[in-house]
T-cell receptor, first 115, second 113 residues
Framework: AQTVTQSQPEMSVQEAETVTLSCTYD???????LFWYKQPPSRQMILVIRQEAYKQQNATENRFSVNFQKAAKSFSLKISDSQLGDAAMYFC????????????FGKGTKLSVKP | NAGVTQTPKFQVLKTGQSMTLQCAQD?????MSWYRQDPGMGLRLIHYSVGAGITDQGEVPNGYNVSRSTTEDFPLRLLSAAPSQTSVYFCASSYTRQGNEAFFGQGTRLTVV
């Protein structure tokens, strides 16, 4: 069974600084996808970034980038130039390629941004 | 431009009452699912469906029923509400092609007293 672990229940960052959120996962599969979702106080789940396991290149989306270490089963999210609007819960999620949509989530990291 | 629509947004139930959480999507997604979110637990899969007439259990299915009579709708039924079902519920949908993004509804905060 696949598992996703987020070891940082809470993190804090100063506005304009950089922060890295950690995520590790456990799987015996080779075909899978990894996601970071953001959940602001509005409760809406918003996709931040997506990584295919077969791609060696790390995904980037504007100020958001990942460090995908397949051998170490690590998938960290880096937020550069942090903004007040980045304050939210962040969830790491795993999707097995043979699954038709069943996401496995970590427990989340609550990110605070200090002005 | 509706995406995934969940109703209601908030609900208070008494123990033993039944209710249905509604979920509809207008993106013609084959896959739909229900998750519950509890503090410190992340999101856990309750039930899912890969098409009309096809449903299956997820990680925490006890106390919940689902059906999928159309592509668009995937209601979640609580048969006899219990305080342990107090949670935030999310409906999600996606294409079943590998690795597709899941789109989420805005969630329903359910309190069972």
């Amino acid at each position: 069974a696949q598992t996703v672990t987020q070891s940082q229940p809470e993190m804090s960052v100063q506005e304009a600084e950089t922060v890295t959120l950690s995520c590790t996962y456990d799987t015996s599969e080779s075909d899978y996808y990894l996601f970071w979702y953001k959940q602001p106080p509005s409760r809406q789940m918003i996709l931040v970034i997506r990584q295919e396991a077969y791609k060696q290149q790390n995904a980037t989306e504007n100020r958001f980038s990942v460090n995908f270490q397949k051998a170490a089963k690590s998938f960290s999210l880096k937020i550069s130039d942090s903004q007040l609007g980045d304050a939210a819960m962040y969830f790491c999620a795993f999707l097995y390629g043979g699954s038709q949509g069943n996401l496995i989530f970590g427990k989340g990291t609550k990110l605070s941004v200090k002005p | 431009n509706a995406g995934v629509t969940q109703t209601p947004k908030f609900q208070v139930l008494k123990t033993g009452q039944s209710m249905t959480l509604q979920c509809a999507q207008d993106m013609n997604h084959e896959y739909m699912s229900w998750y519950r979110q509890d503090p410190g637990m992340g999101l856990r899969l309750i039930h899912y469906s890969v098409g009309a007439g096809i449903t299956d259990q997820g990680e925490v299915p006890n106390g919940y029923n689902v059906s999928r009579s159309t592509t668009e709708d995937f209601p979640l039924r609580l048969l006899s509400a219990a305080p342990s079902q107090t949670s935030v519920y999310f409906c999600a949908s996606s294409y079943t092609r590998q690795g597709n993004e899941a789109f989420f509804g805005q969630g329903t905060r359910l309190t069972v007293v």
